[in-house]
């Protein structure tokens, strides 16, 4: 997701790569960083913090507490932005000496492709200015919506974990189609592209997704006979049980 984000911000042109450091402890990744980005590239954290107005925390869960062991005397000065899953604001700012001007932030996959979902949560110490910084780095590299910090878990069963369940409809469409006698190439192209476009139109129409659904399912027709199917199979209920139990999962993996 790092890397989603350095790309994003310097395509567009947010920022340029001499104003990006990345630390990694593994070398391979740095490497591959600095040639990908031409970002400056390192090991030190206490360096980079030192020297950055904003500073993005992204880790893994288990790896916050020691690098907020290690940083949280000297991140007062700086905006930090949390892409860490799970972890609350106030676990972060008990950790800050000062105030602690913290965003919570919950991105998903296809930030890799600038078409993102991020929701944000701004701490009470982060000012107007610091929200605007904080959307622009997110918006470079898809949507943003604010939500009340009780909803990121929410979040994360949508939008969060939701890119795999289109993952697995878009191979479940094209699965179709080669039962039906398309060429698997064929069909995959078909239903990424539908899903796609069927996203694209709810954004830009403004319309209901059901009433756009009605649009295509016409009396008596193709459509409607496969929407039939589906509801004998429970699809709807499915997909929300789904959102439920991975938000289920996101709080007790919080606690």
């Not at 206490?46 to 000297?74: F, M, N």
């Not at 078409?115 to 610091?130: I, N, P, Q």
């Not at 193709?222 to 991975?246: D, P, S």
Request: net charge negative.
């Amino acid at each position: 997701m790092a890397e989603a984000m350095i790309g994003g911000l310097l395509a567009g042109q947010v920022c340029s790569a001499e104003l990006i450091w990345a630390t990694d402890p593994v070398p391979d990744r740095r490497d591959r960083l600095k040639a990908q980005f031409g970002i400056r590239v390192g090991s030190a954290n206490r360096e980079a913090v030192a020297w950055a107005d904003v500073v993005v925390l992204a880790v893994k869960p288990q790896a916050l507490p020691p690098v907020l062991s290690e940083l949280g005397p000297i991140l007062a000065h700086a905006l930090v932005i949390s892409i860490v899953a799970g972890v609350t604001l106030s676990t972060i700012v008990e950790q800050i000496s000062g105030e602690g001007r913290v965003v919570r932030a919950m991105p998903n996959i296809p930030a890799l492709v600038r078409e993102g979902m991020t929701a944000l949560v701004l701490g009470s110490a982060v000012s107007e200015d610091d929200g605007h910084v904080a959307r622009m780095v997110f918006e470079v590299v898809g949507r943003v919506v604010l939500v009340e910090e009780r909803l990121m878990d929410a979040v994360t069963g949508l939008s969060g974990s939701g890119p795999a369940y289109v993952f697995q409809a878009i191979e479940a469409l094209a699965d179709g189609g080669v039962m039906m006698g398309l060429p698997r190439q064929t069909a995959e192209l078909l239903a990424a592209q539908t899903v796609l476009g069927a996203a694209r139109l709810v954004l830009e129409s403004g319309v209901h997704p059901a009433q756009l659904k009605d649009r295509v399912a016409s009396p008596g027709g193709t459509t409607i006979a496969g929407l039939h199917r589906l509801e004998q199979g429970g699809f709807r209920a499915t997909l929300m049980a789904a959102v439920e139990a991975a938000t289920t999962r996101s709080k007790e993996l919080g606690r």
